[in-house]
């Protein structure tokens, strides 16, 4: 997930100065403990460890000490402490806290955008407007807690009922490495807004912003043990999710690890929020404005590295514009820049790590065998930046010739790969693109209002773009269909995901009793 207008950003803001990653290494944020206890860094006990690489250069940052049980343990308690106090805060009190860490996020947008760039190897403006984007989730859930509120219902005989919309306690929260401050702001921001206090475990290999979110919350006047970072891996993680004293648990990241937290939080009946993966279909009929079709494809495609869980892979066009399609797309996507993340013009980042890039190409490999064709990219690119030799540069991929039943079809890649589909009718395309485990998002280009308002209906999906594609404006509920997940994030929706409801009957005579 991303804030809107990715391809748009750049010609709004830039900053003339580029920044090496060798001052950023030496920063604050890199060289500090990772772990966040009771509103101070801390280190985690480990003992084993695991090592910290900047996707831009491929080199080693540090090691970060994995968080273990007792480590784990400690942060449940802080948050179990900080909670007894902060659930009865005001939500308006609650929320002069969330907005005034947005305002902190947007003096700091610079610094944290910096270090995303480092954790994740995405392009800085991108990474500058993810970061303002979470300014405005946390703003927003800001303005929402103070109107957080029950229900009336009069009854008859002066007997009346009402609901409370209480919080459930403590939050565990686990993130994925592409969308990392993301990732932490949008689970605190409406957590903390409902009276909830949060342990949060970044991705591995994204945990430094996460942690600055931290001291962000901290200067603004959260009290300390209600938003805790532990550190850690996969391990990490299943400890935060079987651990008793959690009351919820919000992921976001793969179907096979999502299910893994369900079960494990099947143990205690915990609440569980999934964000899961996706193989998303973007369908463009033949009435579209190709143009805008063309931008919409890239945008459901090659932001982020392709690194977006909603990306609209399956590209799915009305067959007698297809050749015309594929013309203006390929014209547009060879001249975007791949590059030094750190420079501004450079629209193509570095792949997270080696393994996610050996995963994108055993599936560009993988299509070439069952017969699709690469007519458009696919390869490493070597960039001439000596500072950039040793991150891995992949230049978008655009498969022709696919079928549905192909793996790179069917499942998600994870990366910058289009595969294109042809189709004759409107019920075709919609039994087509239905046809998936996911049901994360889908998209549709057509100048034909009728016909838009039929496919948004029959879509199977959690979020649909008209004309358009991956925009998420803050207060607008983000979520999966099918296996793509369980509850919804952003938006006043989410709300019902971080509260309960306590329903309160009071009698205004006597009690009606048969026996
Ligand atoms: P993973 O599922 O591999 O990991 C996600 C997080 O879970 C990481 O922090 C990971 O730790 C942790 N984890 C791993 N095993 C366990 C476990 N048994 N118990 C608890 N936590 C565990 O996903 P990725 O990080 O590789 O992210 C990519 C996936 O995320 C894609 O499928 C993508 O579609 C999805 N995603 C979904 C989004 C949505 O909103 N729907 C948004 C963004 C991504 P570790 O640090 O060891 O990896």
């Known amino acids: 997930m991303k804030h809107p207008r990715p391809f748009l950003a750049f010609s709004i803001r830039r900053y003339s100065k580029d920044v090496s990653e060798k001052t950023l290494s030496k920063s ?46 400690e942060a449940i308690l802080a948050a179990r402490n900080s909670y007894r106090s902060w659930s009865k805060w005001t939500g308006f009190e609650r929320g002069k806290v969330l907005k ?12 944290l955008a910096y270090t995303e760039v480092l954790d994740t190897g995405k392009p800085i403006w991108e990474a500058r407007y993810d970061i303002l984007g979470c300014a405005d989730t946390i703003e927003f859930y800001g303005g929402v807690a103070g109107r957080i509120k029950g229900d009336f219902m009069q009854l008859s005989g002066g007997s009346f009922a009402y609901t409370i919309r209480e919080p459930l306690g403590v939050v565990g929260g686990i993130g994925a490495w592409n969308f990392p401050f993301q990732m932490a702001a949008w689970k605190s921001a409406p957590a903390l807004a409902c009276g909830n206090t949060m342990v949060f475990k970044p991705s591995q290999v994204t945990p430094l912003t996460a942690v600055m979110l931290g001291e962000i919350y901290q200067q603004a006047g959260l009290p300390g043990g209600c938003y805790n970072v532990v550190q850690g891996e996969g391990e990490t993680g299943q400890i935060l999710c079987s651990h008793p004293d959690i009351d919820k648990v919000t992921f976001t990241g793969s179907v096979p690890t999502g299910s893994r937290i369900m079960a494990a939080c099947a143990k205690d009946i915990k609440h569980v929020t999934l964000e899961l993966g996706g193989k998303s279909p973007l369908v463009i009929f033949s009435d579209a404005d190709l143009d805008n079709a063309v931008k919409g494809a890239i945008l459901a495609n090659f932001s982020n590295q392709g690194q977006v869980c909603s990306n609209g892979t399956r590209v799915f066009v009305e067959e007698s ?56 990219g696919g390869e490493r690119v070597t960039l001439s930046d000596s500072n950039c030799a040793g991150g891995i540069y992949l230049r978008p991929c655009i498969l022709v010739n696919c079928t549905d039943n192909m793996r790179v079809v069917k499942e998600e890649i994870f990366g910058p790969v289009l595969s294109l589909l042809t189709f004759k009718s409107e019920d075709e395309v919609i039994a087509r693109a239905n046809d998936s485990q996911f049901g994360l998002a889908g998209g549709v280009f057509t100048r ?56 309160v009957y009071f009698e205004g005579g006597n009690v009606d009793c048969p026996y």
């Open 448 to 503: 034909d209002l009728q016909r838009a308002h039929r496919f948004v209906a029959a879509m199977e999906v959690g979020s649909i773009y008209v004309n358009n594609y991956n925009v998420y404006p803050v207060g607008v509920p983000f979520g999966g269909y099918k296996k793509s997940g369980i509850g919804r994030e952003n938006g006043e929706d989410s709300l019902d995901y971080y509260s309960q409801i306590k329903s």
């Open 28 to 73: 604050h944020q890199v060289t500090s403990p990772l772990n966040f206890l009771l509103g101070r860094r801390t280190e985690a006990k480990g003992p084993s460890s695991f090592h910290l690489i900047a996707p831009a250069t491929g080199t080693k940052l540090r090691d970060v000490v994995n968080s273990n049980e007792q480590d784990v343990n």
């Open 321 to 376: 514009v297809a050749g015309e399609f594929l013309a203006k797309l390929i014209d547009r996507v060879e001249k975007m820049k791949i590059g030094d993340p750190y420079q501004e013009d450079t629209l193509i980042g570095a792949t997270i790590s080696p393994q996610q890039a050996a995963i994108v190409e055993d599936y560009i490999g993988i299509a070439k065998k069952e017969g699709a064709t690469v007519v458009y």
């Open 100 to 111: 005034t860490a947005a305002d902190i996020i947007r003096s700091k947008v610079d610094d």
